[in-house]
């Protein structure tokens, strides 16, 4: 029998946290989403979200943690995860080598002096880092597999699709639109139950940011609608974008998508069952 998946928001910013009363609601902390595959934990991205109070660890001995990029809201959770700091974890980090310089090192000058007081050599978790291409399918046992593909975005990205025991979640921060993208990007999506969304901006402020490697979320709703998926969740939200303006785009968004594709704009511990 198929045993149901969790997805938890535990960041839904880009850039930087946003910390002030006027983001309580959806939440300031950067990109980190984590899915409970009936037993087994993948976290995509390790933004500010990761060290948050929504983290699914509890009773898990294993993560395995994929980074789309290297950019520091999605790597900044690495400085307080304390799953980092246990004995009893086994801790899978997944990424790719850019310009020249490996996975590995890229994690190891960030984390780490002069940036932080500690680095890998002081975790007592075993950690395990492992180097990812785009076009690859990385089979993570227990039938669970995770495709890769590469997004278009300052420094380059990863998108990711997690399949596995009936269900699908596809993920696609940070990213911009291209007409060769496009297609790509519709059939990696194809069928799936969830499609995780790089809101930054709307169409008025895409518009204004070319080349800063964001997407909308009506791109989202019409990416959502020629791959099939049953389900947007909207994301990355920039850190200008307060509660009261994202509750206006929601309602917009709301009433644009059409029938048979759910649409959610992600708030922080907001769980979706699959
Ligand atoms: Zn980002
Ligand atoms: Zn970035």
């Known amino acids: ?9 535990q960041g839904v910013r880009g850039s930087m946290p946003a910390v002030s009363g006027e983001y309580l609601e959806y939440g300031g ?19 500010s979200g990761l060290t948050g109070p929504w983290g699914r660890l509890q009773g898990k ?39 020249g310089v490996s996975f590995r090192r890229q994690l190891e000058f960030f984390v780490g002096p002069p940036y932080w007081p500690i680095g890998f050599s002081d975790f007592r978790a075993s950690v395990t880092i492992h180097e990812i291409l785009p076009g690859q399918c990385v089979p993570l046992g227990g039938g669970l597999s995770m495709r890769v593909m590469r997004g278009n975005h300052p420094n380059q990205s990863l998108l990711y699709r997690l399949d596995g025991a009936g269900h699908s979640v596809v993920y696609t921060l940070d990213c911009e639109m291209n007409d060769s993208l496009l297609p790509q990007l519709r059939a990696f999506a194809e069928g799936a139950d969830l499609l995780i969304w790089d809101a930054s901006f709307t169409d008025t402020d895409l518009a204004r940011h070319p080349g800063w490697g964001h997407s909308s979320w009506r791109q989202g709703i019409e990416m959502g609608k020629a791959a099939g ?11 200008d974008y307060t509660d009261t ?25 907001m769980e979706v069952r699959l």
């Open 61 to 99: 001995n294993r993560a395995d943690l994929f980074i789309g990029h290297v950019h520091a809201d999605h790597i900044i959770g690495l400085f307080g995860f304390g799953a980092l700091h246990n004995p009893e974890m086994e801790i899978h980090l997944y990424g790719e080598a850019r310009g």
């Open 1 to 9: 029998m198929e045993r149901p998946w969790t997805v938890t928001v």
């Open 229 to 239: 998926v049953k389900m947007v969740l909207m994301t990355h939200f920039s850190n």
């Open 245 to 269: 303006f994202l509750h206006e785009q929601e309602r917009q968004a709301l009433a644009e998508a059409p029938d048979g594709i759910a649409v959610r704009f992600a708030r922080e511990g």
């Open 29 to 47: 902390n950067t990109a980190c989403t984590a899915v409970d595959c009936g037993g087994r934990l993948i976290l995509f991205d390790a933004g």
